[in-house]
């Protein structure tokens, strides 16, 4: 919040007319304010045009850089991923005998939706029955968050729980709409599965606050609507755990395409399996969504992946820090004094200078 804040600050003082005020007095003045003298700042300012450093303060000074890591990710990622680079989630299907199976193997695409779902179901072969629905989930380990996330900020949709096979981010959108004071607000929640369940207490009207909120200390999906609702309000909260989430919303739309399913679990895909369909986004989109709108998910899918190109399975978490924190020193030179936790910035482990991200841009 604190570099939200010192970000406000300077657009507001380039945004005015300096003519007498030179940059440097102008910016000691914002440095000056007491907020930021209890705050950790480390700045530096860079004229593309003049190819030149016209300000620096502290600019060596490692800090906590929170989302700004994201532009440090996206760039080794592209480095070194390459722009053809795609996140595929695939399905295959292994007939042996009188018995169809199905396998799902992911790794980590945090772009798959809904609409993914819908193509793995045009895929299966009509006229079967399957015996089961395996989810291969061998491409990371299991720890689904990284070192030092806050774990209560979960329910919410910024912190999903990592896993290969991530649905719509590994989240539900649940929308509240009231109706006529005094009766029961309108809820919807997508994508539609039986996996989680709802439950409206909430009244039409002013009042107590609004709440949306899912049962998070028992590990539960029970979505809990509470207080008054008077304006649309959409709350996008995650589910636990994701891999069985994709599982459960996969086998609901297989079988409502008329094709049975009779038992869901865990498997590596054997090699005699057939692929039937693969989805593909390409790191373009990934590193878009990371950036324009400053998706966990998506940074911590390009982390993931950048630690895949060590070639060991699964990945594990701190690979991908690994990678980065050696292009930061071997590709741009810096000391090995700084320490990349995660992709996304949510670790408070992350510590890193103004200058890193100068050189870097």
Known sequence: MKSYIVGLFLLFYFSLPQKAQ?????????????LLQKSDVSLAVYDLDADSLLYAHRQHKL?????????????VAISRLGADYTFDTSIYGNESGDAHNLYVKGCIDPLFDEDDILAFVSAVPK?????????????MDSLYWGPGWAWDDTPWGFQPYISPLMLCGGCVEVTVTPTAAGESPIVESLPVSSFYSVVNEAVSGKGEKLSIMRDWLEGGNVIRVTGSCSVEKSERMNLYPSQDFFLAVLR???EAAGVEVRNISFSHTPLSATLLHTVSHPIA????EALLES???C?????????GTYGYRPVRQEMGPKIIESFLEYELG?????????????????YISADIILNLL
């Open 22 to 34: 030179t940059l440097s007095e102008g910016i000691g003045a914002l440095l000056a304010d007491e």
């Open 63 to 75: 800090c906590r850089p929170a989302s700004v890591l994201k532009l440090v990710t996206s760039y």
């Open 127 to 139: 006229g079967i029955v399957v015996d089961t629905l395996y989810a291969d989930c061998s491409y």
């Open 252 to 254: 609901e739309r297989i």
């Open 285 to 288: 989109e990934v590193v878009g």
């Open 295 to 297: 998706d966990n998910l």
């Open 299 to 307: 940074a911590e899918a390009l982390c993931y992946h950048l630690g």
């Open 334 to 350: 810096f000391s090995s004094d700084f320490n990349v936790a995660d992709g996304s910035g949510l670790s408070p482990y992350s």
